[in-house]
């Protein structure tokens, strides 16, 4: 019998903090006047939320899972491998899937991170589940999307706008009918240095000087040409159709990175579908980087958008750059 792998449920935490976008007006009405109003026009970001000062992204990524395993009705002991898609870690080093690991109980577990940024929840989807293909003792594995940047983030750059908590999971079985399909990926690293934290790695250890200048925090040095989504996230949509020999119009849902809604309208026009196929979260939560697309997941599962049979397509773009895009049939052993 051919073996496979299916999503089993989704799981999605949001924290309590409201940040509207009235803060944000006031904090740069001196600095950038019209840059909210224009921002959320764009976006369609009408607040974010952030998590306690004290709380790091696995705090996050373990309540988030926490939910996806009762959904599946396993417990943290049950879980074979944790594979948590952040670019926002708890540390430089070690892994921040080790510290949810220890946080959540899941002692047999094995653990890495992807860090993709946006595009780290397809990427980390497709790693799993070509993990679980090649070694058949794994039974369960959890996906994770974690996101903090705020707190790595200067409060007074008017991109602090952006930033919201979040984080998503799913767990992974195995099955006996297709789900989890072929992915699809692009990347151009001649942009690594367009957003990002430069000082602290070893390109740059941080220092003193390192850190008065800001450069231990994450900030957009340069603007990103559109074309990067605009024209690759349809270029992804387009290889995930060939690789796994279906039509865009198949496709019952898309979800892509949830930071510009006249993006993700754009690309539904170019790829002649209707928006509505498309759903979005970002009104609800701002932009949540490696997490939305796994909070998008979940609340297009929780509100009932998907149903046994449907095609999904999970496309994300984040900063190196990296792009990533899976394509996902749910089957009869999703937890609605």
């Known amino acids: 019998m051919t073996r496979h792998v299916a999503l089993r449920s989704t799981g999605m935490y949001v924290p309590e903090i409201e940040y509207p976008n009235s803060i944000y007006r006031e904090r740069f009405k001196a600095v950038a006047p019209d840059f909210v109003d224009n921002m959320e026009a764009v976006t369609a970001i009408g607040t974010r939320w952030h998590a306690p000062k ?9 309540r988030a899972a926490r939910q996806a395993l009762s959904r599946a009705g396993i417990g943290p002991e049950d879980v074979d491998m944790i594979v948590l898609g952040t670019d926002s ?43 679980m293909l090649a070694n058949p003792w794994m039974k369960h594995v959890l996906v994770i999307g974690a996101y903090m940047m705020h707190k790595l983030a200067d409060e007074h750059d008017p991109m602090h706008f952006f930033y919201g908590d979040g984080a998503g999971a799913a767990v992974l079985q195995p099955s006996e009918s297709p789900g989890l399909l072929s992915a699809a990926f692009r990347a151009d690293g001649s942009f690594a240095r367009h957003w990002g934290i430069m000082s602290g790695g ?112 999970m496309v994300g773009s984040g900063v190196g750059y990296n792009q990533a895009g899976i394509a996902v049939r749910i089957t009869d052993a999703l937890v609605r």
Request: proline share 6%; charged share 20%.
């Open 89 to 131: 870690p708890d540390y430089v080093t070690p892994a921040t899937s080790v510290v949810v690991q220890d946080k959540l109980g899941a002692k047999k577990a094995g653990t890495f991170d992807v860090g993709c940024a946006c595009a780290s929840f397809p990427t980390a989807l497709s790693a799993a589940s070509g993990m």
């Open 54 to 62: 004290e709380w790091a992204t696995s705090d996050l990524a373990v």
């Open 202 to 313: 070893t390109a740059e250890p941080a220092t003193e000087e390192s850190v008065r200048a800001g450069r231990t925090q994450v900030r957009m040095t340069e603007k990103y040409p559109p074309e990067v989504n605009d024209e690759g996230w349809p270029a992804l949509a387009r290889a995930l159709c060939t690789n796994n020999g279906f039509a865009l119009g198949d496709v019952d849902l898309f979800l892509f990175t949830q930071v510009r809604k006249r993006t993700i309208q754009k690309v539904m026009a170019t790829l002649e579908q209707p928006f509505e196929k498309a759903h979005t979260v970002m009104e609800k939560w701002g932009y949540t980087g490696s997490a939305c697309i796994p909070m998008a997941l979940h609340d297009a599962v929780a509100t009932g958008r998907v149903k046994p049979g449907d095609l999904v397509m």
